[in-house]
């Protein structure tokens, strides 16, 4: 199939860590290169954020990366790109005209909204993953949400548009059915895993205490990260090692990594936190493997893939009763689950991991046969490709462009 891919503020190429690049930027750019390794021709259309980027780069896993002109050449907060969709919309427009795909797949809702407003009046079927619901986040930001004012209204109007949405898990579905519902259905199909990076086998960095707590991801305050440095109040000889954010010679000067500093001075435990700054993917694995356990503690999230990559690698992850985690984290079998907000209870948690071996093998040695048998990008991007098929064949669509003469 030729498929569309809308990203427009979490390109494939970026650098993941910084404030807007996460688990979005890791599934698009997997989802698009195993799908291309299974034969389908893959384009990402993400909005240029440098004007010295090419138009077209053929990213690491043989997809195409489209960089759509909409709004000024600069990064820009993704909650700020809102004024920029109709642009952004003309020329995704201007491409499926030329040269249409057999189905758009949009991540994000303000993606979902160019490509709808883009390939509808062409007859081109849209997919969305939401990724993030704007009902969530302003349930736990409140007057801290900085998302534009039109999102829940926006959301709600793609749920009568979309032909599918593709949710990550059951807890979207079940949010989606109080906010909508879809018009067209969800299925859900959670993200994936790089079992070939991620592994229990390998090296693993050497640690400087007895005990030593992993989290990786954004250093954003809903992220909960305070709570990880403030639960080592409770734990004696462990260090905690945080990788996110800018790359070490920028640490001093972010807002977010000088609060979690200013955070584990105000602890006493300044000299067991270290932040690593920005840490590549391909290196990752080892500094996994080194933890007695992957703490992810988020106040909210849609899933979260940092735990995954853990399990595959043989790590219990240790993460928030909360979203998706729920659902790939299952409690007391692959990992261990904790109230959101409570650093007490997760220092509880993590000291009866340390004082268990049995279970912390336990827990690793099932975490890694789930995510192999379940996460795998194989796995995940064939499911994804079969709802494709299934929104490509239905019978009114079908017969809507047989009427309109086809594309």
């Not at 996994?288 to 849609?302: F, G, H």
């Amino acid at each position: 199939m030729k498929v569309a891919m809308v990203s427009e503020h979490a390109s494939p190429l970026a650098v993941v860590g910084g404030a807007d690049a996460g688990g979005q930027n890791v599934h698009v750019a997997a989802l698009a290169a195993e799908l291309v390794r299974q034969g389908h021709r893959v384009v990402v259309h993400t909005r240029r954020d440098d004007p010295g980027l090419p138009p077209r780069v053929l990213g690491g896993g043989g997809a195409l990366v489209d960089h759509v002109d909409a709004g000024p050449p600069v990064p820009v907060p993704k909650d700020e790109l809102r004024p920029y969709m109709d642009d952004f919309a003309a020329v995704l427009a201007q491409r499926w005209r030329r040269d249409p795909p057999d189905i758009v797949h949009a991540h994000f809702w303000m993606s979902a909204l160019a490509s709808v407003r883009a390939a509808q009046p062409l007859g081109i079927p849209v997919v969305v993953t939401f990724h993030a619901l704007g009902t969530v986040k302003q349930r736990h930001q409140g007057e801290a949400d900085t998302s534009p004012p039109d999102r829940l209204d926006v959301e709600r109007w793609l749920l009568g548009k979309v032909d599918r949405v593709i949710a990550t898990c059951w807890d979207e579905v079940a949010e989606l059915d109080r906010f909508g519902p879809p018009a067209k259905g969800a299925t859900v199909i959670p993200c994936g895993v790089d079992l070939a990076l991620f592994r229990p086998d390998g090296p693993a960095d050497a640690r400087r205490a007895g005990h030593r707590v992993v989290v990786v991801g954004r250093l954003v305050e809903r992220k909960g990260v305070a709570d990880v440095i403030k639960a080592l109040t409770w734990l004696p000889d462990t260090e905690l090692l945080i990788a996110g954010g800018p790359g070490r010679d920028e640490l001093h000067g972010d807002p977010d990594v000088l609060r979690l500093m200013a955070a584990a001075e105000g602890c006493g435990v300044s000299q067991r936190v270290r932040f690593l700054g920005r840490v590549c993917r391909s290196e990752l694995p080892q500094l996994l493997r080194s933890a007695d356990a992957v703490v992810n503690v988020p106040y909210y999230e849609p899933f979260g893939m940092v735990p995954l990559e853990a399990m595959a690698c043989g790590v219990p992850p240790v993460v928030s009763a909360v979203g998706g985690l729920r659902e790939s984290v299952v409690d007391g079998e692959t990992g261990l689950h904790v109230p959101p907000g409570e650093p007490r209870r997760l220092a509880d948690t993590l000291g009866a991991l340390f004082a268990d071996p049995a279970l912390a093998r336990r827990l690793g040695e099932a975490g890694a046969r789930r995510a192999g048998a379940v996460y795998g990008w194989p796995r995940v991007a064939a499911r994804t490709a079969a709802v494709y098929q299934q929104v490509v064949d239905e019978p009114d669509r079908a017969r809507s462009l047989t009427g309109a003469g086809g594309r």
